[in-house]
């Protein structure tokens, strides 16, 4: 088995898909409800449409009776995965709900492969790290909690933080301090604080109890 992370990014992405087959083309008879279709989509789908338009979205008038957009941390407007979804979408003249659906599993096979990394840094067999991460990524709690957009991304970024702490307990050096920094970043700007609140009570205990402190 492969030890390279981006090797297990490609089987995790294919994994995942298996996985959620029915969420996806050709035969997409599942269908996420409540907040990701409710809510989260609302709010990418004005940004997509504001940034068309050519202006910054700065108050979504189609939510709640009109609310702020930019300074809403839950539309997720300042996450590079929501720009990443912008891009790919570019060319139609709308986003479809099926994007923000596909950006939101790709947040599965991501927890899987960093799930994988960190488990692997404890020197950890390959086949245990492979069901550690599967364990992680196709858990009761994420798939019960697909709805919400920011805890899923909050969730995948998770173990690198922790590889960063293991590593500096490794190391002895401050090097991958890093990987926590843009782990907790990505993890807040995904849009669900609650579950960033989770990860720095999680990144916080890990580092108390790592050898060294």
Known sequence: MTRSPWKVLLAALACTFLFFYEYMPPVRSVHIPYDLDGYHFSLAAYGFQALHQGRLPQWDPSIYGGMSFAANVQAAFYYPGTWLMYLATWGRERLSYQSL??????????????????????????????????????????????????????????????????????????????????????????????TWVVFAVIAGAYAWMSPGR
């Open 101 to 194: 659906v596909d950006l939101n599993l790709a947040h599965v096979a991501v927890a899987f492969t960093l799930c994988f990394v960190w488990l692997r840094g404890k020197r950890l067999s390959d086949p245990a790290a492979l069901l550690g991460a599967a364990v992680y990524a196709y858990s009761g709690y994420l798939c019960t909690q697909l709805q919400h957009f920011g805890l899923v991304v909050a969730y995948a970024w998770i173990p690198l933080g922790l590889r960063g702490i293991d590593q500096i307990a490794q190391e002895k050096s401050i090097r991958s301090a890093w990987k926590i920094a843009v782990a907790a970043a990505l993890a807040f700007l995904g849009g669900y604080p609650p």
